[in-house]
């Protein structure tokens, strides 16, 4: 299946760690063939949690079981698989037509790296650790938010998984995230008052912290949570003339805006408000400029 690194498990620790150690100069020194295990595959795919309309995209397709195996496993699911052997392609084009497949599959003679990913939700695949790290990049540019990748064997560097199985061989899942960091202002209407906030995300992966600015008072985004294009987070903060109060925000973040709702509670938080939120990236921050002597931080 997926082109990976001539590794099998009898191989002598010599020999791996020869394989292991193998620098990679160039993307067209692509992984030679070795078929991913059937029972890999359904693991790789149960682990991506195939659902109905999803476009399964197989980075290095081999003779193309993965690709044709989502389509088995899901009516729904139509795949790409992407390969640089032009001999597998055809192999791959010939199963498929031979299974029933050919409508909902494809296989292209293509190089990973000049793959438009921009159709996937779902990305497999078990390539050269060294390709793979590579090839990172490109997904986190290109992938819509939401969309789940799975590896086999080999992890993708500093990027951590958000799931792992290590139940037979290794599988790694994540969910490529939103692009959040940076400047976000947005208006609320807080009793009889329109108030300006200003936030800065900063971001590494799918893990975000932040910092934001109402009037001329700060704080810390408390439990900032991201998974995808949804977004969640707390802010405790008091307002000139009010107690702390404590937003709870959830939304989704589609480019340069997000939308969602706030629930807004007063001392002593027993009745909420909620009320909806839309947020706007911006090229300068509030939240960076001057306060003056007459500000609290936080209350």
């Not at 099998?8 to 030679?32: G, K, N």
């Not at 699911?77 to 032009?86: A, F, K, L, N, Y």
């Amino acid at each position: 299946m997926n082109r990976v690194r001539k590794v099998f498990r009898a191989a002598s620790s010599i020999s791996l760690l020869i394989v292991v150690t193998a620098p990679v100069d160039a993307q067209e020194r692509y992984s030679p063939f070795v078929p991913t295990e059937e029972s890999d595959v359904v693991r790789m795919l149960r682990l991506a949690d195939l659902r109905e309309g999803d476009v399964v995209f197989d980075l290095g397709s081999g003779d193309g079981r993965i690709v044709l195996e989502a389509a088995r496993m899901k009516r729904g699911v139509r795949g790409r698989g992407i390969e640089m052997d032009e001999k597998l392609v055809a192999d791959s084009r010939a199963t498929a037509q031979a299974t029933g497949f050919a409508d909902r599959v494809q296989f292209v003679h293509q190089n990973a790296f000049d793959a438009d990913l921009k159709d996937a939700t779902v990305i497999t695949m078990w390539l050269w650790s060294e390709v793979m790290h590579m090839l990172r990049p490109k997904i986190l540019a290109e992938a819509k938010p939401g969309t789940r990748v799975i590896t086999r064997m080999w992890d993708l560097g500093t990027w951590p998984p958000d799931e792992s199985t290590t139940e037979g061989t290794t599988l790694y899942k994540w969910i490529v995230p939103a692009r959040i960091g940076g400047n976000w202002s947005w208006n609320l209407t807080v009793g009889d008052r329109k108030l300006p906030y200003s936030a800065i995300f900063e971001q590494r992966f799918q893990t975000v912290e932040g910092v934001a600015r109402v009037t001329n008072r700060r704080a810390l985004l408390n439990d900032v949570k991201l998974r995808g294009e949804d977004i969640s987070f707390s802010l405790l903060i008091s307002i000139a003339g009010t107690k702390l109060m404590r937003h709870q925000f959830t939304g989704k973040v589609r480019g340069d805006v997000i939308e969602g709702t706030v629930s807004i509670l007063r001392e002593p938080y027993e009745h909420a408000v909620e009320v909806p939120w839309r947020a706007e990236r911006t090229m300068a921050s509030a939240y960076l400029e001057p306060t003056g002597m007459d500000s609290e931080v936080g209350r």
